[in-house]
């Protein structure tokens, strides 16, 4: 649920003119109900307490808030290529619905195995690696956060030597409760543009 509160006073001698919308009206209302509040202006400033308590769900999903997943995202992009996967794994919030479309391709895989054995296979497979995040756009709601972002790393994978591994990726972030869920993410190396001939070797399987 959001609200935009435009509130205009303009104090003369006759008195103030305060102009709000229905939902600033209501809480003013309620407080005036309360405390006998006579000056409409008064009614409107001594509900705003009230009020920013109605909006904190759109505050949630802030540029602020954005701002912060970018950041958190991009400490677990560093983690996660240097093979640090237990401060990794401490750093992220998953969703027990969270799902992956891996750079590899494949099916979509559904939750996530953090087990310490699963946990130790990773660090093995991606050792000395570094991050920085681009971030291409984002999209908030009361409720979600989308970002769509350029991870630009480089590491050892899977035993080849450094090279450059960067993604594109979109996550989506869900709030429950206090915290933003990793819900969903997905990557694929395509970052630079391919031709028709590998594009459909790779539609095919080849």
Not at 95 to 120: E, I, K, V
Request: charged content about 20%; overall charge neutral.
């Amino acid at each position: 649920m959001s609200f935009v509160i435009p509130i205009e006073a303009n104090e003369t001698k006759g008195g103030a003119m305060c102009i709000w919308n229905s939902s600033f009206r209501k809480a003013a209302a309620k407080w005036a109900r309360t405390a006998g509040a006579t000056s409409r202006c008064t009614l409107a400033a001594v509900a705003c307490s009230e009020l920013l308590l109605l909006v904190q769900p759109s505050l949630a999903a802030s540029s602020e808030t954005v701002a912060e997943l970018i950041r958190r995202t991009e400490e677990q992009a560093r983690a996660f290529n240097a093979g640090d996967m237990w401060r990794w794994h401490g750093m992220i919030r998953l969703s027990d619905d969270f799902t992956l479309m891996q750079p590899f391709g494949g099916p979509m895989s559904h939750g996530f195995d953090a087990s310490p054995a699963r946990l130790a296979e990773l660090s093995r497979s991606f050792r000395n690696g570094e991050a920085k995040l681009e971030r291409v756009i984002s999209y908030a709601s009361d409720d979600l956060v989308v970002l769509a972002f350029v991870e630009r790393q480089h590491g050892e994978v899977l035993g080849l030597p450094d090279q450059d591994w960067s993604l594109r990726v979109t996550q989506v972030y869900r709030r429950q409760g206090p915290h933003w869920q990793l819900v969903h993410r997905h990557a694929d190396p395509l970052v630079r543009p391919i031709g028709l001939d590998q594009a459909s070797a790779l539609a095919r399987g080849e």
